[in-house]
């Protein structure tokens, strides 16, 4: 059971991500069921996925999966059209395979070793890939308290696909700052010699470099370090995404060495 401490909100970063980059999947889909797994003490961002999908897919539907049955009973209380809440955990329990599993601040209890295991046993649940499909996403992360900092990595049927940074720019002195956030799988890679360490260290010097376009603003100056970062890093997104202040890359390129 995880301390279930979630404010309302704290996902916004995450949502919007995933409503961005796989809401035609979910407009696809027949019944485009999401899993938010682990969702805590109170139900807020099963509320909030909910709602953020719908502007993306408005058929699709939530379930709220949860370890700790009482917090499933406090829950029943706000289920709706489109949302209801199980209790379970890794088994995902749910008849169907879930297009989108979302699971924020779950694995940071964890220990690095396990997380692998849990990913494939998350991603053997998801929808699978067909002609018409990439098949289901597993968006696995974390975040401090009040969803300004964000770092998670994007996983298909077949295994990790990418890694995303996400802040509020206004409140970033550095993009080394995210370090803090990045997911279990990654966070005690940051030392020298993993890749993981080595992006970090350029995207701040690249962010050094961009320092006269602070004068435009912190998102010019965002999109400008993460401009220079191409030439060196397999950046997946756009300006369009940058302007948000995220940034992708693809995991091949920060995977931990071994």
């Known amino acids: 059971m995880t301390r279930g401490t979630t404010n309302p909100n704290r996902l916004r ?3 919007r991500w995933i409503a ?7 407009r696809r889909a027949v019944d485009p069921v999401a899993v938010d797994l682990g969702y805590g003490a109170a139900p807020w961002t099963a509320v909030e996925l909910l709602t953020r999908l719908r502007a993306a897919a408005p058929r699709a539907r939530v379930v709220g999966v949860e370890i700790e049955p009482a917090r499933v009973t406090a829950a029943k209380p706000y289920e709706c059209d489109g949302l209801v809440f199980r209790h379970g955990g890794f088994e995902i329990p749910i008849p169907q395979r879930p297009l989108l599993v979302r699971a924020a601040n779950v694995l940071r209890q ?3 070793g396990e997380v692998s295991g849990v990913w494939r ?4 649940r998801l929808a699978p890939v067909t002609e018409s499909s990439r098949g289901g996403l597993l968006v696995e992360g974390t975040c401090d308290e009040i969803g300004r900092r964000h770092v998670w990595v994007a996983l298909g049927p077949e295994g ?3 890694v995303t940074f996400a802040t509020r720019l206004g409140s970033l002195e ?3 700052d995210l370090a803090e956030r990045l997911p279990k799988a990654l966070i005690h890679r940051n ?8 992006f970090l260290r350029d995207f701040d010097r690249a962010w050094s470099a961009a320092a006269p376009y602070a004068s435009y603003g912190a998102r010019q100056r965002w999109i400008r370090a993460v401009r220079d970062l191409t030439a060196d890093w397999p950046v997946t997104d756009g300006a369009g995404r940058w302007r948000q202040g995220e940034v992708t890359v693809k995991w091949e390129a ?3 060495r071994g």
């Open 160 to 162: 990790p696909r990418t």
């Open 254 to 256: 920060l995977a931990p």
């Open 20 to 26: 961005a980059v796989h809401g035609a999947e979910l």
């Open 121 to 124: 046993r998350l991603c053997a």
């Open 174 to 176: 550095r993009p080394s």
């Open 191 to 198: 030392v020298p010699g993993e890749p993981v360490h080595a």
């Open 110 to 112: 964890y220990e690095e």
């Open 13 to 15: 970063r995450m949502d």
